[in-house]
Nanobody, 116 residues
Framework: QVQLVESGGGLVQAGGSLRLACAAS????????MGWVRQAPGKEREFVAA????????YYADSVKGRFTISRDNRKNTVYLQMNSLKPEDTAVYYC?????????WGQGTQVTVSS
């Protein structure tokens, strides 16, 4: 059974940092592209960042480029999202995703709230 369990969300002041983690199980983690998607209240889900199965292949939304860093540890089956210089507009539920050959899995989400 595929499981993606996010952690690390919380309340932080603007300018602060958080690191999200997503622990994966039930599939061949190293073969999957992993990512983060967020959804703010009343808004559509928005792509944040992704990392391919190949080392060093990463993608970012323009809104987070230079502030967020995605990484993965295939030994721990975990993907991370380091978020620096957080802004109130980063407030959202952050979801971990796993994708491989047409299959897409989602975690349950973790809340990130940035106060001004």
């Amino acid at each position: 059974q595929v499981q993606l369990v996010e952690s690390g969300g919380g309340l932080v002041q603007a300018g602060g940092s958080l690191r999200l983690a997503c622990a994966a199980s039930g599939f061949s983690f190293s073969a999957y592209a992993m990512g983060w998607v967020r959804q703010a209240p009343g808004k559509e889900r928005e792509f944040v960042a992704a990392i391919g199965w190949r080392p060093g292949v990463t993608y970012y939304a323009d809104s987070v480029k230079g502030r967020f860093t995605i990484s993965r540890d295939n030994r721990k089956n975990t993907v991370y999202l380091q978020m620096n210089s957080l802004k109130p507009e980063d407030t959202a539920v952050y979801y971990c995703t796993a994708a491989y050959r047409g299959s897409l899995y989602w975690g349950q989400g973790t809340q990130v709230t940035v106060s001004s």
